[in-house]
């Protein structure tokens, strides 16, 4: 957290909210303003108990995505993120937290190569698997305006949840 600012909740925007298909633009400087911005991103994913958020989610079109997987984990901070690399295929059960009430059946990557800076500007290199790979697909997908919805393994493969339910 920085300099004793106070967390904010922010608004997550949800389907068929335009900003959620649109392109984020490349972050040039990382500054207090945008630091602020992760940490409420943080905050705003614990409060609505999901695992990453993206910009387009919270109503800003700048490529930074935060995710957190368990209370175990440190937050990443993920700053102009691309994958750079994909291998494999597996179909996954997937939810977004701008999706409420459903969850599908995607097509996801066994493994991710993920390029992006973290919050002091050092470039970061993270290979993943599994459900850290899914994130990654997830939320890059976002920042170029794409939604699980966009992978589902057939039409057919989105069905409701109950409204409570974790994502
Ligand atoms: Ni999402």
Redesign the pocket.
């Known amino acids: 957290m920085f300099g004793g600012d106070v967390l904010a909740v922010l608004t997550i925007r949800k389907l068929p909210d335009p900003i959620l298909t649109q392109k984020a633009k490349r972050i040039r400087h990382i500054d207090k303003e945008l630091l602020k911005l992760a940490d409420d991103m943080l905050e705003t994913m614990h409060d609505a108990n999901g695992v ?3 910009g387009n ?1 919270v109503g800003i079109l700048q490529q930074i995505a935060v995710i957190q997987l368990t209370d175990e984990d440190e937050p990443l901070i993920l700053i102009n993120p691309e994958i750079t690399m994909r291998e494999g295929e597996r179909h996954v059960e997937e939810g ?3 999706i409420p009430g459903y969850r599908g059946l995607v097509r996801r990557s066994l493994k991710v190569k993920l390029r992006a800076l973290d919050k002091k500007g050092k470039l970061l290199r993270i290979e993943a698997e599994e459900l850290l790979a899914q994130a990654f697909e ?2 890059t997908d ?1 920042l170029n305006g794409k ?2 919805i966009d992978h589902l393994v057939s039409r057919d493969k989105l069905w409701k949840i109950p409204p409570d339910s974790a994502e």
């Open positions: 990453g958020i993206a989610q977004c937290l701008s997830h939320e976002h939604l699980y």
